[in-house]
């Protein structure tokens, strides 16, 4: 609303003795619009997790905050489209659990922030023992056993094209 209005100072003395500035147009540009909010990621170490945003106009910067504040992002390492609408990061680290991502959408001088979102990463199981060759006779029993830090099991074979899933029968 205040778009084109003019301003100046008038000065004045103890003597009363008056001066006034030139007057200034204010101008005032309104902010970008964003129309779709990056929303929170959740993978596994090593996945590649996307966030996205969509804006109106204008161009774009990935921030990051590790815990000590919000910093621009830039393309190297796991991180591409710093200055996209979509960053992508490839091969997260358990470390970066908890980072939250927001983008600055900027538009003729004027910018906005999108909505932080949190990136959560979790931890493959770990296995604790690996299992240990068997050698045999026709008709043995043999086991194939592994310890755990927990999870759900499925055991996998290769008949010489590749693992493929066990079944129990």
């Known amino acids: 609303g205040l778009n084109g209005y003019p301003y100046r ?22 902010l970008p619009t964003i129309t779709t ?21 204008g161009t774009f910067q990935w921030q990051e905050d590790q815990g000590s504040g919000f910093a621009n992002v830039t393309n190297g390492g796991i991180y591409s489209g710093a200055t996209s609408a979509t ?21 003729a001088g004027c910018s906005i922030n999108s909505n932080s979102e949190a990136l959560t990463v979790n931890s493959p199981p770990t296995i604790t023992t690996q299992p240990t060759a068997q050698a045999g ?30 079944t129990n029968g």
């Open 137 to 166: 006779c026709i008709g043995d029993t043999e086991n194939f056993t592994i310890a755990t830090s927990g999870g759900t099991f499925q055991w996998q074979e290769d008949q010489g094209s590749g693992f493929a899933n066990v």
């Open 37 to 57: 909010q990056p929303t929170a990621q959740t993978g596994c170490v090593g996945d590649t997790e996307n966030f996205t945003v969509a804006a109106a106009s």
């Open 9 to 30: 100072c008038i000065l004045t003395n103890a003597a009363g003795c008056t001066s006034t500035s030139n007057g200034e147009i204010l101008t005032v540009t309104a």
């Open 87 to 107: 960053l992508t990061l490839t091969g997260i680290t358990a470390p970066m659990n908890g980072y939250l991502y927001r983008c600055v959408v900027t538009d």
